[in-house]
C-alpha cells in the first residue's frame, strides 16, 4: 500500500499523488530500456556499459521510490492526464541524457538532453560533429560508441509510437484507466479508438508498430552494405519517423538505389495512420483505401515528387532517374518528418527548395509516428476555405464541412484553427529567439521550424550538412522546448502554464 493516498485526502484540482505515482512507474520503464544497450555494449567490448548501468540504477532507484511512495490508487482525471504526459517527456530526456555524460562522449548536459530530447521526440535534430559555442568540438557520428548509437536510435523508436501509450497498455495491471492519457497523448485531432478498451487499443497499435519495424529490418538486412546493427538503427529511425543515422552522411553513405527505395517506402508507410494499419493487416482494405486523410497525404507527396523532380531534371541537371529518386526520397522525408538526407536539398534550384520549406509545415497522417500539423487540419482548413466561398455566395444557407461522409463539428474545426494559428505564433517565436543569438534570418526560420515540427534537419546554419552544435546553449534549450510541444500537439504543454488549467 502506497504511503501517500489520495483516498485519505479530498481531491485538490490538481492530485499529483497519482502523477507522481505513474511518473514513477514510467521511470523504471525507462531504467528497463537503459540495460538494453548494454548487450550491445558487450557484443563491441565497451567500456560505456557502465554508463549504462548507472543511469540504469538511478532511473530505477527513483522511479521505485516515486512508485512506491505514491502509487495511485485512483483514476486519472483530464488535467493529471496533461500533466503526468508533459512530465513524461521532459523526465524521460533529463534522465536519459546520463549515459552521454557517464560514457563521457558529451562533456555538455545541455548537449546531451537536446540529443535525448530529439530522439525521444523523434525530431532527428543533432549536436554531433559540430563545435559548440564555448569552442568544444563534438564527436563525429561515425566515432561514437556503437551502443551510444543504438540508444539514440532506440530513444527514436520507444518515442515513436508514444512510451505513454506504452504505459497505458500495463495501466490495467494498478486498477487505473487510461483513456484521459491516450487523448493527450494521440497525436491529431481525434484519438482512434479500435477497441472499447484503451489499454487494448495500446497493445494493437504497438503490435502493427513492431510488425512494420521487424518487416523493414529484415528488408535492409538483405542488403550487403548494411550491417545487421546498421539496419537495426535506421529500422528504428524510420518506423519512428526519427532521423538519426549511424553515419555522418546519413543515408546518403550507403549510396545504395535499393537502400533508398526500401526506406522511402517504410517512411511513407509510417506517415499513415497505425490505426490504418491495422485494419488494413485485418484485411478491411476498403476502410484503407476509402481513408480521405491517407489519399490526401498521397495525392501531396505524389505531386510534390512531380514538381521537384522535374525541376531537379530541368534546372539542376539531374538525370531522370536520379531527379526522383532523390526528390521522392527528401521528399517522403521531410513530409513525415524523419529527416534522412540523401541529397543537400540548400543547393537545389529555388523552386525545389521553397517546395520542400512549404512541406515543413505539413506533417503526415494524424495517429501516426510523424509530427508537424498533421494533414487532416490542412484537409479541414481546405474544405472550411471552400465553404467560406460558398457562405459568401449563399449567407443563408446551412454549409456543413464534410470529411468523406462524416461531418466536421464546429468545436473541432475550432479547435484546428485554433491549432494552426498557435502553431504559425510558436514558429515565429521560436525563429524571433533563435535570432536573437546573432544568426541570420534563414537559420532562426530554419532552426526553429525544424525542431517544432520534429523534422531534423534545418536551413542555413543548422540545414542538412551542418548541426546544432553551434547553437548557444540558451537557445538548444529553447529548441528542446520546441521539440516537445510539437510531439505532444502544442496544446498538451502550453495548457499547463495557464491560469486556468490550476484553478478550480
Not at 517527456?89 to 558529451?106: D, E, H, M, T, Y
Request: charged letters at 10%.
Amino acid at each position: 500500500m502506497p504511503i501517500f493516498t489520495s483516498s485519505k485526502f479530498k481531491r485538490p484540482t490538481i492530485d499529483f499523488f497519482p502523477v507522481l505515482g505513474l511518473l514513477g512507474l514510467v521511470i523504471l520503464f525507462l531504467s528497463l530500456s537503459l540495460l538494453i544497450p548494454i548487450i550491445i555494449a558487450l557484443i563491441y567490448d565497451e567500456t560505456t556499459w557502465r554508463a549504462f548501468l548507472y543511469a540504469a540504477a538511478i532511473a530505477f532507484i527513483l522511479g521505485a521510490t516515486l512508485y512506491y511512495l505514491f502509487k495511485p490508487d485512483r483514476e486519472l482525471r483530464l488535467r493529471e492526464g496533461f500533466l503526468i504526459v508533459s512530465l513524461t517527456w521532459l523526465v524521460l530526456s533529463l534522465i536519459g541524457a546520463l549515459p552521454f555524460i557517464f560514457s563521457g562522449v558529451l562533456p555538455s548536459y545541455t548537449d546531451a538532453v537536446f540529443e535525448t530530447m530529439s530522439g525521444f521526440t523523434t525530431t532527428g535534430a543533432t549536436i554531433f560533429g559540430g563545435v559548440t559555442s564555448s569552442g568544444f568540438t563534438n564527436p563525429n557520428v561515425e566515432t561514437l560508441p556503437k551502443s551510444i548509437l543504438f540508444w539514440r536510435s532506440l530513444t527514436h523508436w520507444i518515442g515513436g509510437m508514444g512510451i505513454v501509450v506504452l504505459t497505458i497498455a500495463i495501466l490495467p495491471l494498478l486498477g487505473v484507466g487510461g483513456m484521459q492519457l491516450f487523448k493527450a497523448e494521440s497525436p491529431g485531432p481525434t484519438a482512434d479508438k479500435l477497441t472499447p478498451q484503451i489499454q487494448e487499443t495500446a497493445k494493437l497499435l504497438w503490435t502493427v508498430y513492431m510488425i512494420i519495424t521487424a518487416a523493414e529490418f529484415i528488408l535492409l538486412w538483405l542488403h550487403p552494405s548494411m550491417s545487421w546493427f546498421d539496419s537495426l538503427n535506421h529500422t528504428f529511425a524510420t518506423v519512428a519517423t526519427g532521423g538519426f543515422s549511424t553515419k555522418n552522411n546519413s543515408i546518403q553513405a550507403f549510396n545504395s538505389v535499393y537502400v533508398d527505395a526500401v526506406i522511402t517506402i517504410f517512411m511513407f508507410l509510417s506517415g499513415i495512420s497505425f490505426a490504418m494499419h491495422f485494419r488494413l493487416l485485418r484485411g478491411d482494405v476498403k476502410s484503407f483505401l476509402k481513408n480521405r486523410e491517407t489519399r490526401f497525404y498521397t495525392l501531396i507527396t505524389v505531386l510534390s515528387i512531380i514538381v521537384i523532380s522535374l525541376s531537379l531534371w530541368a534546372f539542376d541537371n539531374y538525370s531522370i532517374g536520379s531527379a526522383f529518386r532523390y526528390s521522392s526520397f527528401q521528399i517522403v522525408s521531410i513530409i513525415t518528418t524523419t529527416g534522412f538526407g540523401t541529397d543537400n536539398f540548400e543547393f537545389w534550384y529555388p523552386l525545389g527548395q521553397f517546395l520542400l520549406f512549404l512541406l515543413f509545415f505539413s506533417g503526415a497522417c494524424a495517429g501516426s509516428t510523424a509530427g508537424g500539423p498533421k494533414m487532416i487540419r490542412w484537409l479541414i482548413i481546405i474544405r472550411n476555405s471552400f465553404r467560406e466561398f460558398k457562405q459568401t455566395l449563399h449567407p443563408k444557407a446551412i454549409l456543413p464541412i464534410r470529411i468523406g461522409d462524416k461531418t466536421v463539428e464546429p468545436e473541432t474545426l475550432r479547435s484546428v484553427l485554433s491549432f494552426i494559428a498557435l502553431y504559425i505564433i510558436t514558429f515565429g517565436l521560436g525563429a524571433l529567439a533563435i535570432s536573437g543569438f546573432g544568426f541570420d534570418t534563414k537559420t532562426a526560420i530554419g532552426a526553429s521550424i525544424t525542431c517544432l515540427g520534429n523534422i531534423g534537419p534545418g536551413w542555413g546554419a543548422v540545414g542538412p550538412a551542418e548541426g546544432f552544435a553551434k547553437i548557444p546553449y540558451l537557445g538548444k534549450w529553447i529548441l528542446t522546448f520546441l521539440m516537445m510541444i510539437g510531439r505532444l500537439e502544442i496544446f498538451t504543454v502550453l495548457l499547463i502554464f495557464t491560469p486556468s488549467f490550476w484553478k478550480q
